[in-house]
């Protein structure tokens, strides 16, 4: 069995950089389960696994595979606990289609800035059938490997998109934009669609004041028992997730 | 400034392991928000901050405070990005009361493992009004670190108990006993209570056989559209959200 030579390691361990990522257009992704996933939509340039996973995936198609043992295997890896495979995927150039926020529900996030929870979220909004998620310019890389293993397969079926949120709401009609804030309306008070943008705000800052003027439908979350004197407050993914889950119940329970 | 003894760093470092962190009853908390909280609820042994931060808190009680300066600061920290204040907290020591359960709606958890999670499980059952969880031995410990950090003080108005589950169930009667299951009714489809408690399982296994097998109400979280068919799953912060917030959404705005 060849071992990955240093070089290959190296380049392997180099994806954890947004700018190699970028110049490559790949991405890391490690672990039976979502490399099992990701193999059936995104091209693979390179695959590194265990005997035993190969022998389990004899039909397996990439540009290069190696054979590796173990301790290979835990060099190249950036995960704490290394599993049997990792394989770098070709990155997906998703193009904008603005028909499909007026007539489906979409997210938009405004600067998340946690890998962990920007994967968190492409998870739920696959859980939800939220198909496509529009991110700000400064919003955390989706290729970063955190956020990769977060999305545990939804990076497969949810679409990614980078653009400027001004200038994207600003050009949709009055396609409702939701948003959840402080001074908003109790959610379950709330007729809520089947289509439009929800945008969930930064981790600690919320949602800049110019997308923030751009909002037509403000939401509130409450919390319980009711009071807004509270100084709790949710976590990005967690509220973004209350909030799909509402959606989705009004549509298909209420 | 008198610099922070290389002991004492030392020993702050060390409250990343339970070991130590059981020994000697305590726990460690970092930032303004999180160490500005904890300070109202738990008695503090020690406390290290800039000069900034000690002259806005002229009336800090800690049984020892040390000035530093940020490198001293970073060196003792366990964050990548160390915060103007950490400190070091006593552990509090509940005893479960049975009668809250009957009373009152709760939490349990049945083995989850990581520690940000449970810290966002705290956090949301913060916001949802839930001030008991009662986790499994082994349930990652309440005072880890990264839990305490993810709570964003959460742990200061929840209290968190350690108790094998089965014996807990079997005491508590006919005091419902709700888990999320992939055969379990429609959650929006169920009246759902005000008391008992809500078992959320391990991250990569779920609810244990015995624990599953005490279930009186058994639970599904839709998908959307509607399939059981779906490999997708939600993670567990983000699953025990959504049941908590349907359950506060019957009990107030049903």
């Known amino acids: 069995m060849p071992a990955l030579s240093k070089n290959r390691i190296k380049y392997i361990r180099s994806l954890d950089l947004k700018k190699i990522r970028k110049e490559e257009k ?76 007026k007539d489906s529900l979409c997210l938009a996030l405004d600067d998340i800035q946690d890998p962990g929870n920007l994967g968190t979220i492409i998870r739920l909004a696959d859980w939800f059938g939220i198909e496509h998620i529009i991110c700000s310019p400064n919003t955390v890389d989706v290729y970063n490997p955190k956020t990769i293993q977060a999305t545990m397969g939804g990076i497969a079926r949810v679409k990614v998109y980078y653009t400027p949120l001004p200038d994207l709401i600003k050009s949709l009609g009055d396609t409702p934009i939701y948003g959840t804030l402080l001074n908003g309306d ?34 509130y979350i409450p919390n319980y028992p009711q009071s807004r004197e509270t100084s709790e407050s949710l976590n ?17 329970w209420k």
Chains 1, 2 share one sequence.
């Open 186 to 219: 109790n959610m379950y008070s709330q007729r809520l669609s089947r289509n439009g943008l929800i945008i969930m705000g930064n981790e600690g800052n919320g949602i800049s004041k110019e997308v923030e003027s751009l909002i037509t439908r403000k939401l």
């Open 236 to 252: 990005v993914a967690i509220a973004t997730a209350v909030v799909c889950a509402e959606f989705r119940r009004q549509a298909a």
């Open 26 to 101: 790949v991405f890391l992704a490690e672990g039976p389960k979502l490399v099992g996933d990701l193999l059936e939509y995104f091209p693979c340039s390179f695959l590194a696994a265990t005997t035993s996973w190969l022998q389990g995936h004899p039909f397996v198609q990439a540009d290069e595979i190696a054979e590796v043992n173990a301790e290979d295997l835990s060099r190249a890896s950036l995960l704490k606990t290394p599993q049997q495979v990792l394989a770098i995927f070709r990155q997906s150039d998703y193009e904008l289609d603005k028909s499909i926020i």
